[in-house]
């Protein structure tokens, strides 16, 4: 059965540093992998997909890393700011027959101006 | 693009009443819809996949006769609270995969959630 686990569960920052987000799973039987930001009582916003035959994936200042055979990714913000502040979910797609969008447990960030 | 909306986005109701929530696909069209539900500080779960036409399918301990799942169209997907309890109360999103091949098949949108408050 896969699993998702995310490191930190909670994380603070001074506005301005880089940042690392981890993601790891146990199966790496996986078709992609998804990280979302969810705001207080709001849905999820997607930020970055990475394929299972992709390494990375860039948007402005997000860089997602995908190492499928470690079971391993990660998040990197750079420049952090209070606008970053959310909880950070990542989610891997199941291989196989389930298919499934199986969820981290989340990272709270809380970037201080 | 890839907009999905949930309407109400916040309901409170009496123990003992069902609640129908509306998730709508706006720009796209989804043969595939997914509910969520999510407790205070914790991550999601799958709860059913619904397909447009036929039954849904539920995952393992969602009560089916509880949590009434139509996917009436290709943009609408309904999920229906019945004799609802405390217990209920949490907070339901719903996503949809874009079934037109613009997109990329294993990619899914979300909604912005409702917020089920049991009295």
């Known amino acids: 059965k896969q699993e998702v686990t995310q490191i930190p569960a909670a994380l603070s920052v001074p506005e301005g540093e880089n940042l690392v987000l981890n993601c790891s799973f146990t199966?790496?039987?996986?078709?992609?992998l998804q990280w979302f930001r969810q705001d207080p009582g709001k849905g999820l916003t997607s930020l970055l997909l990475?394929?299972?035959?992709?390494r990375e994936q860039t948007s402005g200042r997000l860089n997602a890393s995908l190492d499928k055979s470690s079971g391993r990714s990660t998040l990197y913000i750079a420049a952090s700011q209070p606008g970053d502040s959310a909880t950070y979910l990542c989610?891997?797609?199941?291989?196989?027959?389930?298919?499934?969008?199986?969820f981290g447990t989340g990272t709270l960030l809380a970037v201080q101006p | 693009g890839a907009v999905v909306s949930q309407h109400p986005s916040r309901v409170i109701c009496k123990s003992g009443t069902s609640v129908k929530i509306e998730c709508r696909s706006l720009?796209?069209?989804?043969?595939?819809m997914f509910w969520y539900r999510q407790f205070p500080k914790q991550s999601l779960m799958l709860m059913a996949t619904?397909?447009?036409?036929?039954?849904?399918?539920?995952e393992q301990g969602v009560e089916k006769d509880k949590f009434l799942i139509n996917h009436a169209s290709l943009t609408l997907s309904t999920l229906t609270v019945t004799s609802a309890h405390p217990e209920d109360s949490s907070f339901y999103i719903c996503?949809?995969?874009?079934?037109?091949?613009?997109?990329?098949?294993?990619?899914?949108?979300f909604g912005p959630g409702t917020r089920l408050t049991v009295l």
């Open positions: 990475i394929q299972s035959s992709q």
């Open positions: 199966d790496s039987a996986i078709y992609n």
């Open positions: 996503s949809a995969r874009d079934s037109s091949g613009r997109r990329s098949y294993n990619e899914q949108f």
């Open positions: 720009d796209f069209q989804a043969t595939t």
């Open positions: 619904s397909n447009e036409g036929s039954k849904a399918t539920y």
């Open positions: 989610a891997v797609r199941d291989g196989g027959a389930t298919n499934k969008l199986i």
